[in-house]
């Protein structure tokens, strides 16, 4: 089944932990993106990456590294997570200009 | 600058139908976008529309683009209780390879039965 595993679904962590969320995609797309959803804001694009070793900065990277080694892979990376970034987060992909596939989503509370 | 707005709920009766409204800023937006979110579930495609196109119509589901106002609408005929869920129009805009999507706050809706 084509598809876009997130994990973890769901994460309660503390101030300052350094965490990663992974996401995987097995429909072979070159794009794919890191979202987060807040109420009132819709979706914000934190990363996008364009194929294997280039990715760039979305609308709110701060706080956010991410990496694309494989081109299945593309893991988000919290360095020191802090209470504003406790959110839900999506990970998308696409061959083409914004059809993207989402994931189901991984709910991230920092305390 | 890219804006996209709507309104945040919607209720309508079942068996009626639900336009949901969009209004976008960003002229050089090339597709738009509408998704479906149930509740603790990711995004799902529902259509979408290239900007030179006026309507589009997938079975229960018609698109209007006013491109000239900026204005996008989604109708959803014989509205049933599936249907309840928040609705995002988006639409691309391709920056230098970046194939971003920028997203409305998404409306709410819920439907009577």
């Known amino acids: 089944e084509a598809q876009v595993t997130q994990n973890p679904r769901y994460l309660i962590t503390v101030t300052g932990k350094k965490l990663t969320v992974t996401c995987s995609q097995n429909?072979?797309?070159?794009?794919m993106s890191w979202y987060r959803q807040d109420p009132g804001l819709g979706l914000r694009q934190i990363y996008y990456?364009?194929?294997?070793?280039?990715?760039d900065k979305g609308d709110v990277p701060e706080g956010y590294k991410v990496s694309r080694k494989e081109k299945r892979n593309f893991p988000l990376i919290l360095e020191s997570p802090s209470p504003n970034q406790t959110s839900l987060y999506f990970c998308?992909?696409?061959?083409?200009?914004?059809?993207?596939?989402f994931g189901s989503g991984t709910r991230l509370t920092v305390v | 600058g890219e804006d996209v707005e709507q309104s945040l709920f919607l209720s309508v009766r079942e068996g009626d139908s639900s336009v949901i409204n969009c209004t976008y800023t960003?002229?050089?937006?090339?597709?738009l976008y509408w998704y479906k979110q149930e509740p603790g579930a990711g995004l799902q495609l529902l259509t979408y529309?290239?900007?030179?196109?006026d309507m589009k119509q997938d079975q229960r589901l018609t698109v209007l683009l006013n491109k000239k106002d900026k204005h996008l609408s989604l109708r959803i005929a014989d509205t049933q209780t599936g249907d309840s869920a928040i609705y995002f129009c988006?639409?691309?805009?391709?920056?230098?390879?970046?194939?971003?999507?920028?997203f409305g706050t998404g409306t709410r809706l819920t439907i009577i039965p």
């Open positions: 998308a992909s696409s061959s083409r200009q914004g059809a993207y596939t």
């Open positions: 429909m072979n797309h070159e794009y």
């Open positions: 990456s364009m194929n294997v070793e280039v990715t």
């Open positions: 960003d002229s050089s937006s090339t597709y």
């Open positions: 529309i290239f900007s030179n196109m």
């Open positions: 988006a639409e691309s805009i391709s920056n230098f390879g970046n194939e971003k999507l920028t």
